[in-house]
C-alpha cells in the first residue's frame, strides 16, 4: 500500500501523523488544544495546503500553540477518528478541546497563513472560553458545527453576522464557516441568497473569493422550477467572475476551483461553447501554474484539475504528459495511475489504461480504492470483458464489506451494486 505522498515532511509545523490516540494524550499531558488536519491524497486542495501553506516558515513560531496532528482519511485505519469528527469536506481543520474531546472548531476549505493564523486564535479563544459578542456566536456555531449539527451552527453564524460591527475582522471566516453549514444542511437557496447578501461587506480576498464560490455552488444545487433560481445562478456567476480578478490575491488552487465552477455554471445554462471557452482559460492558466510549481509535489497539486478541463475541452490527451510525469516523479502516489487508467480508456488505449489501473491498485486503500475497482470495471467492459467486470466489482463490494460506512458509504455501495446488477443483466443470455 501507498505511503502519504509529500505528508508534512517539509512543514513548519510538527505534525504527528495518523496517531489519534498518541496526539489526544500529549494534548492532555501539555495542557494544549489539538489541531487537526484532515486530509486525503486524492484532494487537490488538500495537496494545496500541504505544499504552499503549511511550508511557510512563517507558521513555524506558532509551533507550541497546539499539538498537531494530521488525519489522513484514505487510510481504514483512520475510520474510528472519522466516526466520533466527521468529514464532509476535503481538507476539514478541526480545534479539539483534548479534555472532552469535544470539537470547538470545525473550518472546512482552503486557508492562506493569514486565515490560518485567525483560526488558531479563535480556537485558543474557544478553549478558554474568552469569546464575547460576535466571538462568542462564532465560536457556539464552530461548536455546533463541529457536532455534526449543521443548521443549527448556520443560524447562529448568521446570527453572528447580523449582530457584529460592519469593520468585524471574522467577517470573511464567519461568512465561509455559514455557507458550508448551510450547504450541509442542504439549504442551498438560503445559503446562495446569504451569499449574496454579505459578500458586499466582505473585503476582496481568498475568504470573499471562496464565498464567492461556495454561493455559486449552493446555487447551481436550486431546483430549476425555484422562483428566482436562473437569477440567483447568474447573479452569482458574476461574482464568481469578479473572483478571477488578478487583483484578487488568492491562493491558485482556490482560483482553479473558480474556474471549475464558472464552467460547470455555463453546462447548468446548456452552453457549451461558453463552457469550452472558459475550460480552455482554465487549463491555459493551469499549465502556466505547474510550469512555475517549486517541486513535484507542488506541480501534483494541478494534476486533477487539469484533467477535468481538458475532458470539458474534449482533449483528453492534453492533460497525459503532465500526469505521466507525475507518475515518474511520485511513484508511492496512487493518484497519477488512477487518472492514466481513466485518461488511457477515453483515448480507447486500453491495454495501457489496464496497466495504469493495476499500478494504481498497487497502492490505493481506503473508500479511493472503490472508485479505482469501479473504473477497472469500465475499462473490461470497454475490452468486452464482461465476466471480468462483473468479478472486478464483486471484489470492490467485498472490500466495502471490510471498512466502515464513513469510508464506503451506502451511496457508494448502492452505486457498485447498481452498476454489477447491471453488467450481470447485459451478460445474461
Not at 495537496?47 to 513555524?60: G, N
Not at 464575547?132 to 448568521?158: H, T
Not at 455559514?178 to 451569499?195: D, P, S, Y
Amino acid at each position: 500500500m501507498s505511503e502519504s505522498p509529500a505528508a508534512h515532511a517539509s512543514a513548519a509545523l510538527p505534525f504527528i501523523e495518523n496517531d489519534y490516540p498518541r496526539a489526544l494524550a500529549e494534548a492532555r499531558a501539555r495542557g494544549l488544544p489539538l489541531f487537526v488536519d484532515t486530509w486525503a491524497p486524492w484532494c487537490h486542495t488538500c495537496r494545496s495546503m500541504r505544499a504552499y501553506v503549511f511550508t511557510d516558515a512563517a507558521l513555524a513560531r506558532h509551533a507550541g500553540r497546539f499539538v498537531w496532528l494530521e488525519v489522513d482519511t484514505d487510510l481504514p485505519s483512520s475510520a474510528a477518528f472519522l466516526e466520533k469528527y466527521p468529514v464532509e469536506f476535503w481538507p476539514t481543520f478541526f480545534i479539539l478541546d483534548p479534555k472532552e474531546e469535544k470539537a470547538l472548531v470545525r473550518f472546512a476549505g482552503s486557508a492562506t497563513v493569514a486565515q490560518l493564523e485567525k483560526l488558531f486564535e479563535d480556537g485558543e479563544r474557544a478553549y478558554r472560553g474568552e469569546a464575547q459578542g460576535p466571538e462568542a456566536l462564532l465560536a457556539r456555531g464552530d461548536a455546533l458545527y463541529g457536532e455534526g449539527k449543521s443548521a443549527e451552527a448556520a443560524d447562529v453564524l448568521a446570527q453572528a453576522l447580523a449582530e457584529a460591527p460592519a469593520d468585524w475582522s471574522r467577517r470573511g471566516r464567519a461568512l465561509e464557516s455559514l455557507l458550508v453549514a448551510q450547504h450541509g444542511a442542504k439549504r442551498h437557496e438560503a445559503c446562495a441568497r446569504a451569499a449574496l447578501a454579505e459578500l458586499p461587506r466582505v473585503p476582496p480576498s481568498a475568504s470573499w473569493a471562496n464565498a464567492a464560490g461556495l454561493g455559486l455552488s449552493c446555487a447551481l444545487q436550486v431546483p430549476p422550477e425555484t422562483p428566482g433560481a436562473k437569477e440567483l445562478i447568474a447573479a452569482l456567476e458574476e461574482k464568481g467572475r469578479q473572483a478571477l480578478s488578478p487583483d484578487l490575491a488568492m491562493p491558485v488552487d482556490d482560483r482553479s476551483g473558480v474556474y471549475e465552477l464558472l464552467v460547470e455554471a455555463r453546462k447548468h445554462a446548456g452552453d457549451e461553447a461558453g463552457a469550452k471557452a472558459l475550460a480552455g482559460q482554465w487549463l491555459s492558466f493551469l499549465e502556466g501554474e505547474a510550469a512555475r510549481a517549486p517541486t513535484p509535489d507542488a506541480r501534483s497539486v494541478f494534476d486533477s484539475h487539469r484533467m477535468s478541463a481538458a475532458l470539458v475541452l474534449g482533449e483528453p490527451m492534453r492533460a497525459v504528459p503532465a500526469i505521466e510525469q507525475s507518475e515518474r516523479d511520485l511513484p508511492n502516489d496512487y493518484n497519477p495511475p488512477a487518472r492514466l487508467a481513466n485518461l488511457y480508456r477515453r483515448l480507447n488505449r486500453l491495454d495501457d489504461a489496464l496497466a495504469a489501473s493495476t499500478r494504481a491498485l498497487a497502492k490505493v486503500q481506503g473508500g479511493r480504492r472503490l472508485r479505482v475497482l469501479s473504473e477497472r470495471a469500465e475499462i473490461h467492459l470497454a475490452r468486452g470483458e464482461r465476466d471480468e467486470a462483473a468479478r472486478t466489482l464483486e471484489d470492490a463490494l467485498a472490500y466495502a464489506k471490510s471498512l466502515s460506512a464513513v469510508q464506503a458509504s451506502p451511496r457508494t455501495v448502492a452505486s457498485l451494486e447498481k452498476k454489477l446488477a447491471e453488467v450481470k443483466g447485459q451478460r445474461a443470455p
